[in-house]
């Protein structure tokens, strides 16, 4: 043999001993080779959200929402950090499975995540019963069709649950809405000329049930109907515990002209006893019983200028309680009205940047603590997307001010409330 003809036969076998090493090495599975790619696959299966069938559909998704808090109220002033209970941070499971090719089942499980939440604060402290809690938001499953709309039933919104805030269709809807200031008033005591009044809060001469905001419901166990959308227009009906029932008419058209709109309008009413000695689960609490409970009516809407970015929002909220034993000359009933303008615009590639003011009017009749009351809110913020991070910084600034008759606890008659300043500044992040 040729010595160019051995140093080939020499190279054919090292070359078959080298593939069947690699060969007998890919085939133990237990070697070092595997050892990575399992550790992969734990690392997988440790961060991805697991259902427990493979019918259902799964995803979560919220965000956490914490800022820092600058408050006066003419006499004390003090700085908190926690969650913003404008829109607290939360977590949501949101699921659905497919029956027929028009008909479906699903569910939605929503829970709200505290720090020290701002609806708590004080002047005696950030720190409340609701600190470093969670509460159940939704719970609630459904069927729908594409054809009939969405039943529901469970822990859910009422069908005038933030109405008039939900019509606000710009940045400015998660960080000052229509009850924004009753929001951000939180715990805090009034003072007049510079004394508190026993341990009266601004909320407790304020009227309506959700937030303090006349005209809408809050979230109960009900039944609830959707219609299917029908030329932008959806109508939403509930009832659940207690004889409470309501109804609304929503529209939403992103496409008119130049023009992005959105409007509503609802009603509903609670045949609850409202006893004035407790709260109540479905009209705001006031100083005499309502055998026949309340009623309450609201409007909203937003008009955006698509390629200028301006926008306007307005909404109006009315509610009544039906008093018995209440002396004549009683004011039972509660209005709020609120304005906001702005205009976003794209100063950064960042995302968009929105600048606002607002304006809120409050005429209350009875309340909890007052025969009246004449209550006057100003905000003036900016909100900055970061689109990249679904991210968004705001910076709100808030003033409170106004008057109040028949006080418990104060002079007679009428009193200027001390005014009470507020600038809120933080950041939601989602996921």
Not at 78 to 86: E, L
Not at 122 to 144: D, F, L, M
Not at 356 to 377: N, T
Not at 396 to 419: I, K, M, Q, W
Request: aromatic share 10%.
């Amino acid at each position: 043999m040729s010595g160019l003809q051995s140093g080939t036969a020499i190279l054919a076998l090292l070359a078959g001993v080298s593939f069947g090493a690699t060969l007998g090495a890919a085939a133990d599975l237990g070697g070092d080779c595997c050892a990575d790619l399992e550790e992969r696959i734990a690392d997988l299966e440790a961060t991805t959200a697991r259902k427990g069938n493979r019918k259902v559909t799964l995803t979560v998704s919220g965000w956490v929402n914490e800022a820092v808090f600058f408050w006066d109220d003419g006499v004390e002033r003090n700085v908190y950090v926690g969650t913003n209970s404008m829109e607290q941070s939360r977590v949501q499971f949101v699921g659905e499975a497919k029956i027929t090719d028009d008909f479906s089942a699903g569910y939605r499980l929503e829970l709200g995540v505290n720090g020290d939440p701002s609806s708590g604060f004080s002047q005696a402290g950030p720190a409340s019963a609701r600190s470093n809690a969670i509460s159940v938001r939704h719970s609630h499953w459904y069927v729908k069709t594409k054809t009939w709309g969405k039943l529901a039933v469970g822990l859910n919104g009422m069908a005038t649950y933030h109405l008039m805030d939900d019509t606000d269709i710009t940045a400015t809807r998660n960080y000052e809405d229509d009850e924004g200031d009753a929001v951000a008033l939180g715990a805090f005591q009034l003072r007049i000329d510079g004394n508190f009044v026993g341990t009266t809060r601004w909320t407790d001469i304020m009227g309506g049930f959700n937030n303090f905001t006349p005209g809408q419901n809050g979230r109960r166990n009900v039944v609830r109907y959707d219609t299917p959308e029908i030329m932008g227009f959806t109508g939403s009906t509930a009832w659940g515990e207690g004889g409470v029932w309501d109804a609304a008419l929503r529209y939403r058209n992103k496409k008119l002209g130049d023009f992005d709109l959105a409007a509503a309008v609802g009603f509903g009413m609670s045949y609850e006893e409202v006893a004035a000695s407790s709260s109540t689960a479905q009209c705001n609490r006031v100083q005499f019983s309502a055998e026949d409970g309340c009623e309450w009516w609201s409007v909203g809407g937003t008009i955006v200028h698509t390629p200028t970015g301006l926008f306007l929002h307005g909404g109006y909220g009315q509610q009544t309680v039906n008093l018995t034993g209440a002396p004549a000359g009683v004011d039972d009933t509660s209005s709020t009205w609120n304005i906001q303008s702005g205009i976003e615009t794209k100063l950064t590639a960042l995302g968009k940047t929105t600048f606002f003011g607002e304006y809120r009017q409050d005429d209350v009749g009875v309340s909890r603590r007052a025969l009246s009351s004449d209550l006057q809110f100003y905000a003036l913020g900016v909100v900055q997307k970061i689109d990249n991070a679904a991210l968004d910084f705001y910076t709100v600034y808030r003033h409170s001010t106004g008057d109040v008759t028949g006080l418990t606890g104060a002079p007679a008659g009428t009193n200027e409330l001390d005014d009470f300043d507020m600038v809120v500044s933080g950041a939601r992040i989602q996921f």
